[in-house]
């Protein structure tokens, strides 16, 4: 039987918390909370125990959405209702974050950001239906390389795909976007319909030939490019290969699912939602790539009570690949082990 | 819908949305105290039901081009209500007004009709129907003023030397004064409608930036209502003035208050029409572009010369980009009027004679600088910005209060730049004829026809320089009394406001 087991109990946040952030190589994360702070948690080398380190609560005047850290653990970006996104920098001595930008220019509230894999830019999307690229130029500086309108509506999620520069992006209209770069901007190379409500979270397996989307519609999406080049029709008109549903999985939840983490280290697949629940899913082996089979093997209810659980992300460390976060509406991050007995 | 008797609501004040993208709240006037009721009829209309039992119809909410220009809601306005406001369709309504007033022998009341017509869009009808620009105007001028009964057709490349001529004495006046005192500059360019709303709905900091020359079109609307009316004998409400433009936000900028003529409750620009308008215009009368005959080029308030084979009036050229061309033009002159160095169009153009011009990040970013032998410090630094990414580049190099923390910004040090909301500029306005084949690649190749027709004049009856076109110099004394005068002053420049964040109904907003 796998299950998964409290290993810690994180609060501080004084309101609800929106989403998680795991540190790219220290056992580190950070939170962020309608209270418009983030906090830095990290695990006591000595007991193992999980304590706040930073409180970053001087840039932003609105809840904070969304955080994200750069490939190299050295910045964290912050999105906020605010209609602004925070830059901030650890200083490696004092291990203290300092706010190094704050980029401006979406109308209203910024809902989610994400680094590329490279670092070299970034990504954020909003209410006002745009989704954003940004390349950071120099040390501190950033520049607008693309505004991107093509969704219907607010933008709730982008996240970039794990090795190369492409970006996906979740909205109300219901439909995953997938963009690319050619010469000299950024086009939309791919609509990924199927969702009947707002996609609310998306994320990528480790090679980055999966996405796992997740959905008002309470159900749980798999695409995957289809690379058949036999057939023309499967291709964009830039001859991009066109993202397909390979498998769905209807009535997950028995709410609204807000979040999805595919795990780097070990494949598996979590999901929480407006139903109290998270979700561990895991992928059969040895089942056709094209018609992949998917098993529910963990549904923890009530992991934060009876408040709805708005994020849920996997440790990318190899060491605690097992450690799976939570947030909810309680105001609380907790920590869990996978454990299969 | 499925509306009956009468729906209960309380302290609603907009419960009609004009569009799904617009949240401005539209207040509606009611009397409404505690306990009222809105009956909805099957027609469609609301009523207002008192607790007495009487009813008053309620006014449907609509939103005008001036509530657009009002509400921070939208970068520019709702295309609906753009395309809506302003159409063809006006122009139909005061032509038959017209005809009326002619058969009921009413002459007084027949309104003089002007269009004046933008050079892009020209350029867009050849490149779409395989026309020269000249043929194009010429088709116009046909089909203006002897098949629909318009009385003159004007060209905007006519009033934007007027434009381009204040923009660089503005220019000149503004650099000095920074290298005296520290004037402000860069200098933005403001033709673009798109960008001066986007300015004042989001950037107030950006304002005082912004040349405060009119653009070609609110000079034309001052010349047409302000001179030509004068000079026939017409009060401006008399005169009805359209323009043709590439662009869908021309027709907020006819609409601003700046241009709006209170004691004669008329504007300078009555009516905007783009360039696809027209081409509908066109099919709805039955004629085909490739196949109406054309008229003899006119010279009032037109760009023209005489050929140098026939004598007779073609349209002539203009220096720079299809965009306006203000870059070159004022680079040029700053460099003649503050260092004594006369550029010729290829100096800019190719980067001689101490010109240097860098491609920038995207193909809509150009900076041109000019060093003077012995220092490597450019004496100007000029970049042309198109579309939104630049835009927001620019604005973000500009803002006051650094938005780094903890290193200084790194702030613009453009002497000048030609912002343009599209991408392409002008040329590649919202307006513009579209290619049959809707790809990004096909829309590529379109652009760059369309600009090559743009060039088709130039190349044709080459340049003329804006100090060279004799009949500004004219209008300079006739009309503005002289260079530098008050009234030069107020029917060439304007102003920009910011515009007040409003509240907007977080019930009208879709999440």
Known sequence: ???????????????????????????????????????????????????????????????????????DGRLLATASFDASTAVWERDGDSGEWECLATLEGHENEVKSVSWSASGALLATCSRDKSVWIWEVVGESDFECLSVLQEHEQDVKMVQWHPTEELLASASYDDSIKIWREDDDD?????????????????????????????SDDRTLRFWRP????????????????????????????????????WSKVNGRIATAGADNCVKVIEKEAMTDENAPKFETIVSLTNAHGQSDVNSVRWCPLNEFGDLLATAGDDCVVRLWRYVNT | MGFSGAVVLTDLNDFITPSQACIKP?????????????????????????QDGGETKLETASISLNDCLACSGCITSAESVLITMQSQKELYEILTANKLAIAQGRPNDVRTIVVSVAPQSRASIAAKYNLTPLQVHMRLLWFF????????????????????LESAKEFVRRYRQHRATGGVLPMLASACPGWICYAEKTHDYILPFIDTTKSPQQVMGSLVKDYLGSKIGLTPDKVYHVSVMPCYDKKLEASRQDFYNEIYSTRDVDCVITTGEVEKM????????????????????????????????????????????????????????????????????????????????????????????????PVLKFAAAYGFRNIQNLVRKLKPTSSLRRRPTATSDYHFVEVMACPSGCINGGGQLKPDDDLASASRDWVARTEEAYRWVANKAGVQFPEANSAIGVLYQEWLGGEETEKARVMLHTGYRAVEKTNVSGLAVKW
């Open chain 1, 1 to 71: 039987m796998a299950k998964l087991e409290l290993v810690a109990e994180l609060t501080g946040h004084s309101d609800r918390v929106w989403s998680i952030a795991w540190h790219p190589t220290l056992p580190l994360l950070a939170t962020c909370s309608g209270d418009k702070s983030v906090r830095i948690w990290k695990r006591d080398a000595g007991n193992g125990s999980w304590g706040c380190v930073s409180v970053l609560d001087d840039a932003h005047k609105r809840t904070i959405r969304s955080c994200a850290f750069s490939p």
């Open chain 2, 145 to 164: 003023k002897q098949f629909l009964g318009v009385h003159y057709v004007f060209d905007t490349a006519f009033s934007r030397d007027f434009s381009l």
């Open chain 1, 186 to 214: 950024w086009y939309c190379s791919d609509t990924l319909t199927g969702h009947t409500a707002t996609v609310w979270g998306i994320d990528f397996n480790e090679t980055g030939d999966m996405l796992a989307s997740v």
């Open chain 1, 226 to 261: 289809d690379t058949s080049h036999s057939n023309a029709a499967s291709l964009g008109y830039r001859q991009d290969p066109r993202w397909k549903c390979v498998h769905t999985i209807q009535d997950l939840h028995e709410r609204t699912i807000y979040a999805v983490s």
């Open chain 2, 282 to 377: 066109f099919g709805e009368q039955g004629l085909g572009i490739g196949h109406v005959p054309e008229a003899e080029v006119e010279s009032l308030f037109t760009k023209a010369v005489a050929s140098h084979d026939t004598g007779i009036p073609m349209l002539a050229g203009t220096e720079g980009s299809s965009s306006g061309g203000y870059l070159s033009y004022i680079f040029r002159y700053a460099a003649r009027v503050l260092y004594g160095i006369n550029l010729t169009l290829e100096d800019v153009e190719l980067g001689r004679n101490g010109v240097q011009v860098r491609a920038g990040r995207n193909i809509d970013f150009k900076e041109y600088t000019l060093t003077l032998p012995n220092d490597p410090t």
């Open chain 2, 26 to 50: 539209v207040e509606i006037k009611k009397t409404a105290t505690e306990g009222t009721q809105i009956r909805v009829d099957d027609t469609g209309g609301y009523y207002e039901v008192r």
